[in-house]
């Protein structure tokens, strides 16, 4: 969906009826989204009065585990490692190097960072069903797991100079994951690895995607680093999104008046300990909520006895500025730095009125020796065909692409199904390399 913000204006009533008159008017002329938004609203509806008549499922033991007890009941070694970024900002990366018990002395292993995406953190690889986690199937395949959280998650929320409550700490978007975060995990694990190796696999989801594409952008010399990409639902363009949930919060201009009124860039829901909770409750409800914004599928792939687990383990954290940043792309159609609102803002930053868009112009020569595998959802609100197709066309003919019919935005790694839908196509690309 086509959206543009509503024109600046003075006190915060005018404000809010010129943003409400905008809605109205995008409402009217937008017959699909209508459609959408009451195809929502009855899906949530209903979703709540099932969960109300229903029994509820087995509540999962492992809820009240940690990570690491998640991972080595499980039978695997678990390891936390801090990185720091140049500018200050302390990551926490997850290791699983192998099984319990195994030798690591001697032992060469391929290294793969695995990438989670926005507002969530690097659990969100370990806490499916131990039948359907690739992570630990890559484990098992002898590859050394490295699960990054990106700043301002859960478990990447320190500074060498500010805490979460300085409003300096959260001034941050995609940009500077891409450009801080991703050299300086590749530098740690390649530092750290198990043998001499100087290249990892890059595995990432959503944003996680997208800081990789920033990070080549706006530094060529990196793509040395990578042997191989591996991109679930990957983002660099989102100007034809279709989501309901994004496209009413854009228009209604919620990150906006966020970034403005707030007195940080404070934005980390604190669901870990009710969530589990609630989701157990209803979670039809909750599921529907959420594909409100990634997308509704059009039968059940998802587990719903395991939302209690994502609701312990994968709520993360971001800065409203990122969001912000990412409503700015939709707005623009382009894939480009933050836009400061104004020109004389982006002078000082960029030395012109305009954010530059991202140097993607070298990635069919620069990434031409990087092997890719790309998964898109047919059902993804946010990954639109245009978009995904435009993105393709950025990049080297070395992409091996498949788009799952009836997958949304985060079914890659939630799904019942995944083994034969993503699974096995990445041990066959992984083993092709």
């Known amino acids: 969906m086509h959206l543009q913000a509503s024109a600046p204006v003075g006190d915060i009533w005018t404000k809010l009826i010129a ?51 998640q991972i080595e009941n499980r039978g695997y070694q678990f390891e936390e490692h801090d990185i720091t970024t140049e500018d200050g900002y302390i990551l926490t990366a997850f290791r699983v190097p192998g ?31 131990a039948t359907l986690d690739l992570s630990l199937e890559l484990v098992d395949l002898g590859y050394d797991i490295w699960a990054t959280n990106s700043r301002g998650s859960t478990f990447s929320n320190r500074h060498v100079n500010y805490t979460v409550e300085d409003d300096a700490f959260w001034n941050f978007t995609m940009n500077e994951m891409g450009k801080y975060d991703v050299p300086a995990n590749v530098h740690y694990v390649l530092a750290n690895a198990l043998g001499h190796f100087e290249q990892v696999i890059w595995f990432g989801h959503s944003q996680g995607t997208t800081q990789w594409f920033i ?4 530094d060529q010399t990196l793509a040395a680093k990578f042997k191989a990409f591996i991109g679930l639902a990957p983002v660099m ?11 009413i919060l854009s228009l209604l201009q919620i990150p906006d008046l966020l970034l403005e009124y707030l007195d940080s860039f404070l934005y980390v829901p604190q669901l870990s300990a009710v969530g589990p909770f609630f989701l157990h409750a209803f979670p039809r409800f909750v599921w529907n909520i959420v594909q409100t914004v990634v997308g509704f599928d059009k039968q059940q792939h998802l587990d719903l006895a395991m939302l209690p687990m994502m609701g312990r383990n994968d709520v993360g954290g971001t800065s409203t500025k990122n969001l912000f940043h990412w409503i700015q792309m939709i707005r623009a159609g382009y894939f480009q730095q933050y836009d400061f609102g104004s ?5 000082i930053a960029y030395g012109q009125d305009y954010p530059p868009q991202y140097n ?33 066309g950025l990049l080297p003919g070395n992409v091996k692409s498949k788009v799952i019919a009836d997958y949304n935005h985060l079914d890659y790694m939630w799904s019942a199904d995944v083994n034969e839908y993503v699974n096995d196509d990445v041990r066959a690309f992984l083993k092709s390399l």
């Not at 363009?237 to 496209?247: D, G, L, R």
């Open 360 to 392: 993607t112009g070298t990635f069919k020569t620069n990434l031409a020796h990087v092997s890719m595998l790309l998964f898109a959802g047919g059902n993804d609100a946010l990954v639109a065909p245009a978009d995904y197709a435009k993105l393709l």
């Open 215 to 218: 990070a080549n952008a706006l």
């Open 99 to 129: 099984k319990l018990g195994e030798e690591m002395e001697g032992v060469s292993k391929q290294p793969v960072i695995m990438q989670h995406g926005l507002i969530d953190d690097g659990a969100t690889w370990f806490f499916n069903d």
């Open 237 to 247: 363009y989102v100007y034809n999104q279709n989501s309901v949930a994004v496209t």
């Open 19 to 69: 943003i409400l008159t905008n809605f109205v008017i995008y409402w009217e002329f937008h017959p699909q989204f209508q459609t959408d938004t009451y195809h929502a609203g009855a899906a949530i509806w209903q979703g709540l009065q099932t969960d109300v008549l229903s029994p509820p499922f087995p509540y999962p033991e492992a809820v009240n585990w940690t990570l690491r007890e």
């Open 343 to 347: 020109a004389s803002a982006n002078q």
